[in-house]
Each structure stands twice: as C-alpha cells, then as structure tokens.
C-alpha cells in the first residue's frame, strides 16, 4: 500500500512535469483531479495495512476508487469531468482522514483486550502521518481558494510538504516496519462484539475466574512479553472470546491492564525483596515482562505514586 501510495504521488510530479515544459494533453489535464481522488482511500488503505496482520486487499475494496475510475472514463470520452467536479477531491481526502482517526481509534480499543505489549498502541508516528497528510491538503486548499502559497520562484509550497510527507512515509514505513505488531480484523471483532454472551450463573463463572487467576499467579505467565489473549486462553483451554469476556464484564479491565497489574505487583516484590542487591531496575522490568522502558516507568508510577527507583529506594529492606 506504501509502494502504491508513493506511485500515485510519482505519477502526479510527471503530470506536473509535462504540463510545466508545456508538453500536455488535453487528456493530461483533465485527469489532474484523479490523483487527488486516489489520495484518501490510498491513505486509508495505507493506515488498515499497518494495524491489522491479516490485511490482504479484497475485490471490494475497489469501489473506493470508483470515483477515479469514473472521472478517468470521463476524459477518454471527451468530457473532463475534472474542470467541474474537480474539487470534490478535497471532500474525498478530507472524509478518509476522518475514516482513518475513527480506524486508528477502533484499533485502540480493540486492542487493549488482545495484547498485553504496551508498545502495540504506540501509534504516535501514524498520527504525525495523518497530521502532516492534512497538512499538505490545507496547504492546497488556502492556495487554490484563499491565497497562493508560492516559495522559491513560484513553487507551491503544496509540493514541498507534499515531498516532506513522502520522506517521512518512506523513512517510518521502510525503517521502522517492526513498531506494529498487528491484531487481525477477526481478533477486533471479537473483543468489539463480545456483549452478545448470555449471563450464567454466579456459582459457574466464579469458578472460571479462580482458575484464571490461579493459572496466572502458579505459571507466571504474564511475564512473557508477548503474551496476547489468544495464548492465554489456548494454555486455560478456554475461547478466547470467552476469556476475554470474563475479563471485561466480570474483573473490569481490559486484557492489557490485567496482565499488567500482575507484572506490577512483581515489579514492586522484587524491587522491595530482590536476594540480588545489585539488580538495577531495567532486569526487573524485563524479568516481569515489560519490553518498554517509557511504558513501565508510566504504569509503575500511576500505581504506586513512585517512580520504579524512587520506590526502591524508599521501601527496600536493604536500607
């Protein structure tokens, strides 16, 4: 989708190319409109890729492009519809920058119940894409309806962030490739959707929830740091849909911060009873599962009012 994306862009600097040296077509021309047209799904394609594992992309999906498919109609047979529709292409940007945050969003949620790796839902330099991508479409629109936005002997400032937007896009999505783990859309749609179980009785689900807890405290499972809702619940032989709605409706957490808290509470045992004094608070942070030094110092510090040292220091017996 990254390849693609940039392909469109490329495909627009030619056309851009041509019609500056005055080597166009009419067609040319009224086919401008079309990359922009393209731009939205691409980006919106470009951001589902990325957050879910199983992502392949379906037959369906090409009634997202139709409206560039009927405009490029349109100027093989003599009627551009480009010169009189061509601004709906900002309606059509704007609109899969909004289906993009509401996705982002869903993500979110979903994975909180599936994951237990706090880096999962660091989506900070995706959201810097989605804000630089806007950038780049309100830069076009104050140029093309307000005022011209000219830099460098009259180049539209538009094509310089356009060009920082691809740098950026290669440099995050060819560099860095590993920040997402992905969840798949069959995993979302299970913790999404998980409110159509019917109540049983007290006395039944107590008892799942004890062994869930006593599976948890005897194996120590949670300081595996890849630990997910599904692992969990193949080792408790138990669905992980159903898992998943014990956690939620009946513990009144998410999955992530269930197996957290427990990570926690060792992290504060061993920090305060370690046999090896000169364990530094990193061993204990990976000993317990945490893979994210940022994340660990956050969740520590909202638990215990202390930072993981800070709470060392003040409740070690070997003071």
């Known amino acids: 989708m990254l390849a693609t994306f940039l392909l469109i862009i490329a495909f627009q600097f030619c056309s851009l190319l ?3 040296f005055s080597l166009y077509t009419e067609f040319l021309q009224g086919l401008m409109c079309v990359f922009g047209l393209a731009y939205g799904p691409l980006f919106y394609f470009y951001t589902f890729s990325l957050l879910y594992s199983n992502f392949s992309f379906k037959t369906k999906y090409l009634l997202h492009f139709l409206p ?14 480009c010169l009189d529709l061509g601004n709906l292409l900002y309606i059509s940007i704007l609109t899969y920058l909004v289906l993009s945050v509401w996705r982002i969003n869903k993500y979110k949620r979903a994975v909180k119940n ?5 880096r999962t839902i660091e989506l900070d330099w995706l959201k810097w894409t989605w804000v630089i991508f806007s950038m780049v479409i309100l830069f076009d629109i104050v140029d093309r309806f307000v005022w011209g936005l000219d830099f460098l002997d009259g180049t539209p400032i538009t094509y310089l962030a356009l060009l920082f937007l691809i740098f950026w896009m290669v440099y995050k999505g060819l560099k860095q490739p590993h920040i997402f783990i992905g969840i798949s859309e069959q995993d979302e749609a299970m913790v999404l959707g998980k409110k159509d179980f019917d109540q049983e009785v007290d006395e039944h689900i107590q008892k799942e929830l004890e062994e869930i807890k006593a599976y948890i405290e005897r194996e120590k499972s949670f300081k595996q740091a890849d630990l997910s809702i599904n692992i969990l619940a ?4 138990v669905s992980p849909r159903r898992l998943s709605f014990l956690i939620n409706n009946y513990l009144g957490k998410n999955f992530m911060t269930f197996i957290n808290d427990y990570r926690i ?3 504060k045992k061993q920090l305060v009873d370690s046999d090896d004094s000169a364990e530094t608070v990193l061993e204990v942070m990976y000993d317990v599962g945490f893979n994210s030094k940022s994340s660990f110092y956050t969740l520590f510090k909202s638990k215990t009012g202390y930072t993981p040292l800070a709470y060392k220091r003040k409740y070690s017996k070997r003071n």
């Not at 599936?114 to 706090?118: F, L």
């Not at 193949?234 to 032989?237: A, F, G, P, R």
């Open 265 to 267: 509470e060792m992290a």
């Open 18 to 20: 041509l019609i500056s």
């Open 68 to 81: 560039s498919f009927i405009f490029i109609v349109g100027a093989l047979v003599g009627y551009p519809l």
């Open 114 to 118: 599936i994951q237990s790796m706090i």
């Open 234 to 237: 193949e080792n408790l032989n």
